[in-house]
Structure formats: structure tokens, C-alpha cells
Antibody, heavy 118, light 110 residues
Framework: EVQLVESGGGLVQPGGSLRLSCAAF????????MSWVRQAPGKGLEWVGN????????YYVDSVKGRFTISRDNAKNSLYLQMNSLRADDTAVYYC???????????WGQGTLVTVSS | QSVLTQPPSVSAAPGQKVTIPCSGS????????VSWYQQLPGTAPKLLIY???KRPSGIPDRFSGSKSGTSATLGITGLQTGDEADYYC???????????FGGGTKLTVL
């Protein structure tokens, strides 16, 4: 059974940093692109970015370029999201997701809440 | 403002059928596969439809997807109160080199 477990969310001040982690279980992690998707309170889904199987390619939504970095450790079956220069509008539940071959995302984690506030 | 356009809400009676449209452009829906997601209140989204019209294992055939040109449609027949949820379309945008979602449609089963 595919399982994705996020951790690392919490309260951070504007301008601060936070690193989210996602542990993957039940599939060959190194064989899949992986994504981060977020959802602000009461709002819709926003794709944040994704990373290729070997980490050699990464794509980001414009609003996080230069501030967020996605990485992975295939030996640890783990995905990461380093978030710097956080702003109030980054407040959201952040979901780790396994990509669909040729599509968007397939499996989702339960999400971790990031709150950016002073 | 989402790249993909969905109506904010739709409603129908139990047992009836509803369709949810998703409108995009050549760079997204027009050239890539569309997926549909169901998000029940307080839970993570779940994949309903992938590759425009395929259902993952365990998704009942009451749910269907179609695509024509730069638009896609999710259909749900035999509506149940348990289908009340937010529904999102999503795809890759080749011009943006980014994933994109619709703004979401809230389904109410009256």
C-alpha cells in the first residue's frame, strides 16, 4: 500500500524558514517523480513543484521560485521541501504527492500545516 | 485566478446525474492528460480520474471523465449524499512548465 507521511509543519514568523519532510512507503520511491501541493485555508489546490526520479530536474510554480527548494534522498525514501523567506500567503496545508506518469499527481499524503504569522 | 476554470458550485438531487466542466487552453488541457480529484471535507484529495477518462482501482463506474479540445468534463451518475465534496481538475501546463489545478467545484447533493 502506498503511504506518504509528511512532517515538519508548524508556526514560523514572516521571513523565516522551514523544512518539510515526506517519508514514502509501499512503492519503489526512486522510480517516481514526486510533487508538493498546497492548500491555503478555505482555498483550492495549488501545485508547488516537483522533482524527477533522480533529482536532476525540478519545476516550481512562479510564486515560490527562488524561495523554495525541493530535494529527495532515494536511499532514505524521502522527499523534502526547504522553504525560505516565508510570507503570510505561504500559510497552507502542504501535501506530498506521488506523480502520475504522464499526468499530475496520483497518491497524496495527509498533509502538514504551515502557518506563517508573527 | 486559476489557469483552469471550473464553476464554483453545482448541485443535484440524489440519484441524479451531474457534470462538472473544466476549461483550459492549448498548453494545458489541449496537450496533456487531465486528472480529477475528490476532496471530502477535512481530508486529503483523492484521485478519481486519470489520463482523461481512466478510473483507478476502487473508483466506481458512476464516475467518468472526458476531454474534448481544451475542455474536460467529470460526470457523476446515481448521486449519493456521500458524493458531497470539492472536485478539482488538474493537468500539466507545457508553457508554464508547471502543474495546474482548477479552482475547484463544490458539489451539493440536495
Amino acid at each position: 500500500e502506498v503511504q506518504l507521511v509528511e512532517s515538519g509543519g508548524g508556526l514560523v514568523q514572516p521571513g523565516g524558514s522551514l523544512r518539510l519532510s515526506c517519508a514514502a512507503f509501499g512503492f519503489t520511491f526512486s522510480s517516481y517523480w514526486m510533487s508538493w501541493v498546497r492548500q491555503a485555508p478555505g482555498k483550492g489546490l495549488e501545485w508547488v513543484g516537483n522533482i524527477k526520479r533522480d533529482g536532476s530536474e525540478k519545476y516550481y510554480v512562479d510564486s515560490v521560485k527562488g524561495r523554495f527548494t525541493i530535494s529527495r534522498d532515494n536511499a532514505k525514501n524521502s522527499l523534502y521541501l526547504q522553504m525560505n523567506s516565508l510570507r503570510a500567503d505561504d500559510t497552507a496545508v502542504y501535501y506530498c504527492a506521488r506523480d502520475l506518469p504522464g499526468g499530475l499527481v496520483e497518491y497524496w499524503g495527509q498533509g502538514t500545516l504551515v502557518t506563517v504569522s508573527s | 485566478q486559476s489557469v483552469l476554470t471550473q464553476p464554483p458550485s453545482v448541485s443535484a438531487a440524489p440519484g441524479q446525474k451531474v457534470t462538472i466542466p473544466c476549461s483550459g487552453s492549448f498548453s494545458n488541457i489541449g496537450n496533456n492528460y487531465v486528472s480529477w480529484y475528490q476532496q471530502l471535507p477535512g481530508t486529503a484529495p483523492k484521485l478519481l480520474i486519470y489520463d482523461n477518462n481512466k478510473r483507478p482501482s476502487g473508483i466506481p463506474d458512476r464516475f467518468s471523465g472526458s476531454k474534448s479540445g481544451t475542455s474536460a468534463t467529470l460526470g457523476i451518475t446515481g448521486l449519493q449524499t456521500g458524493d458531497e465534496a470539492d472536485y478539482y481538475c488538474g493537468t500539466w501546463d507545457s508553457s508554464l512548465s508547471a502543474g495546474v489545478f482548477g479552482g475547484g467545484t463544490k458539489l451539493t447533493v440536495l
